[in-house]
């Protein structure tokens, strides 16, 4: 089964539901990946690390971000997506 992550698709209320499932850091690291603070303009796993500082790297935002989607997941936060066949 997939799901739609695509935090822009869902209504602002239910973003906010999304990212307060997350611990402070999580939140943020999915907040400054995905847009949700400008627009929904994505931001490299390098841009987030260099934004965060506090000596994030590229790859602690990688597992960061997979942590947090898989948490949410887990938690049946994500909208299931159904195949065309």
């Known amino acids: 089964m997939s799901y739609n992550i695509n935090l822009a698709s869902y209504p602002r209320e239910r973003r ?21 603070d400008n627009g929904f303009i994505a931001r ?23 942590r ?4 949410l997941v887990q938690r049946g936060a994500f909208d299931a997506q159904t195949e065309d066949a």
């Open 68 to 71: 947090a989607i898989q948490s």
């Open 16 to 36: 906010i539901q999304i990212l307060e499932m997350l611990d402070t850091h999580e939140r943020q690291v999915l907040t400054l990946r995905y847009g949700v």
């Open 44 to 66: 490299t796993l390098s841009e987030v690390a260099e934004i965060l500082g506090n000596g994030e790297t590229r790859e602690s935002v990688r597992r960061t971000e997979a």
